[in-house]
């Protein structure tokens, strides 16, 4: 329930879909792009190729020079050419092209092109892209299965703690009855004077204490368990009964401690080890991507233009178009310096990122020392416990039997009752704390399930 419902894990799944969309992404750059373009422009002139009408001289074929020759104006007696303005010789004969022929509306442009654009060659760009985007979608993987482990643990923990906690709340009680049998002994006492009032004050004092701390159990009991179903994903009122309710250490839920451990193994179970891993392979790829800016670029175009008014036929106001194909190159040649100091500083962060990942096996290597060593501390503190436990019983039946008997006094009795109430606890705890231990070892080993 806590791995279906932890909100963390769920951000953590939807990063996992994300880097998933960033490789199909990046994938997609293999591919021709389309794309379409449009727009309409409004211009206040239309265009005139000429600024008032115009008069063209033409040619007559001369038979005698078999050419072409201008018509020009000649004086009829002595056959010269007559000169106008500028002693230019006036034709005869003009084509007449009037400024309105050669005026074009364009008032009102409508235009649009579709392009189509494969990339041949981009440096290694497109191939590294794809590579990048792969791992870094394997290590969004990896820490969200690092996350769940988390999650599994934070259950652990919640649970023994109330475990731990019911679990004191009957040595609690059980201490309270304790206190109250000897109350009722210590005033039939002094019932019959055979003790002093102020021996009665002392046990009722110990009793009332014993019974603002089985207060504050059952207070901590309630505020566990409303900490253990947030951890699951249930409503904080919920009640859960824990199946432990008295954590009696059983062989097989130990995992077998060694002096020695297959680090190689260790490394390949660890989920955030992993995540560097892939980290320092997508930085590898994030160089290559800045090595590409500095090689060359080339690409297939093909594009179909169209536009209305168009030239292609004559000026019509209407859409036409035609279709072009061409390739583009693009080679860097200067840039000073810009793109190889962005190629060397990705190469610096791929190499922050291994020593990052050697300093990540160096703490998971100590990781799995401590956690062993604590966790055979903690059971040669369980095995003393029990041994002390033993003796605090043994101690308080024979407190009380002198009492009985007369040879003890009141505070002898509950120094014994303090004695097995603290070995008890003590005891409780060592069971808990070997739980922990042995749940925080799997996990460091990569071993905790999910």
Known sequence: ?????????????????????????????????????????????NIAIFDSDQYLPVKSFNIETKGYEFNIVKNPITGEPVLGPGNQPIPSEVAYLPKEAMTYDIHNVFFGAVTLTQPVYMGGKIVAMNKLTEYAEEAQKALRDNQARDVVYAVDAAYWQVVSLRA?????????????????????????????????????VKLNSANVDLTKVDNGVVLSRMALAQVCGLPVNTPLEPADENPELQAEDITPLSTDYNMADVYSRRDDLRALEYAVKASEQQSKVALSSMLPNVAVVGAYSFSNPNMFDGFKKRFNGAFSVGAMVTIPLWHWGGNYNKYRAAKSETMAKRFQLEDAREMIDLQVKQSAFRTREALKTRLMTETNMAKADENL???????????????????????????????????????LCNTYLSKVLGTLQY
Request: glycine share 4%; with cysteine; net charge neutral.
């Open 397 to 435: 039946r024979q407190a009380r039997l002198a009492f009985r008997e007369g040879m003890m006094t009141p505070d002898n009795v509950m120094e014994a009752q303090t004695a097995w109430l603290k070995a008890n606890s003590e005891l409780i705890d060592a069971e808990i704390d070997v739980m």
């Open 168 to 204: 004191k709340q009957k040595l609690a009680v059980s201490y309270v009855a304790l206190l109250d049998s000897l109350r009722h002994d210590v005033q039939c006492l002094y019932d019959q004077g055979m003790c002093t009032r102020a021996d009665v004050l002392s046990v009722e």
């Open 1 to 45: 329930m806590a791995v279906a419902n932890n909100k963390k894990l769920r951000m953590a799944s939807e990063q996992v879909r994300a880097a998933g969309y960033m490789h199909k992404e990046a994938f997609a750059a293999y591919l021709p792009a389309i794309d379409f373009a449009g727009g309409y422009l409004y211009n206040q002139k």
